[in-house]
T-cell receptor, first 112, second 116 residues
Framework: QKEVEQDPGPLSVPEGAIVSLNCTYSNSAFQYFMWYRQYSRKGPELLMYTYSSGNKEDGRFTAQVDKSSKYISLFIRDSQPSDSATYLCAMQRPDSWGKLQFGAGTQVVVTP | GAVVSQHPSWVICKSGTSVKIECRSLDFQATTMFWYRQFPKQSLMLMATSNEGSKATYEQGVEKDKFLINHASLTLSTLTVTSAHPEDSSFYIC????????????FGDGTRLSIL
């Protein structure tokens, strides 16, 4: 079993819809959680960084962390075609700083 | 936000040559830099971690003599692929994190390496 599970998609949504992404993990030692967006042939871009359970909002993006369920989510409101990309969740343990554990990445396609 | 610049973005070279890739943190001091490799439609695979002024720590299965890493300053790390062969063709991405504890990694835009 992988430490971080993420559905690779593709996830297709119409423009303006809410995109809902999630990852589950098995290791309760993970304390820091990130969401990255990666366009084709580009490096990942940090979208959200959280280290506690609850919600964090930044513009159209909302990240949720539920440590008790070992489940994290990313919501994108009012999706745009420019949001079409691969979204990677990543997490790490305090005692293993720098060793990011990535999900497989979910490919999102927002259709006009 | 934090900016990490990676150069070159794309390189094509003949088998047997060595290729150097640079990774620079433009607006922060990167105490730690990371090098990843990514295959098509796959997630990132960590190759090595480098701290400024010390030797890199390589992940299991990564050849130290093939992938030479230097982190001579707080803003620059280099990856040299020595005697490159077609199987080394891949997308190489660097990332950097700063001095403050528990800062997230910021990634460069990657280098597409094609060995003929």
């Amino acid at each position: 079993q992988k430490e971080v599970e993420q559905d690779p998609g593709p996830l297709s949504v119409p423009e303006g819809a809410i995109v809902s992404l999630n990852c589950t993990y098995s290791n309760s030692a993970f304390q820091y959680f990130m969401w990255y967006r990666q366009y084709s042939r580009k490096g990942p871009e940090l979208l959200m960084y959280t280290y506690s359970s609850g919600n964090k909002e930044d513009g159209r993006f909302t990240a949720q962390v539920d440590k008790s369920s070992k489940y994290i989510s990313l919501f994108i409101r009012d999706s745009q075609p420019s949001d079409s990309a691969t979204y990677l969740c990543a997490m790490q343990r305090p005692d293993s700083w720098g060793k990011l554990q990535f999900g497989a990445g979910t490919q999102v396609v927002v259709t006009p | 936000g934090a900016v990490v610049s990676q150069h070159p973005s794309w390189v094509i070279c003949k088998s047997g040559t060595s290729v150097k890739i640079e990774c620079r943190s433009l607006d922060f001091q990167a105490t730690t830099m990371f090098w990843y490799r990514q295959f098509p439609k796959q997630s990132l695979m960590l190759m090595a971690t480098s701290n400024e002024g010390s030797k890199a720590t390589y992940e299991q299965g990564v050849e130290k003599d093939k992938f030479l890493i230097n982190h001579a300053s707080l803003t620059l790390s280099t990856l040299t692929v020595t005697s490159a062969h077609p199987e080394d063709s891949s997308f190489y991405i660097c990332s950097a994190s700063g001095r403050s504890e528990h800062q997230p990694q910021h990634f460069g835009d990657g280098t597409r390496l094609s060995i003929l």
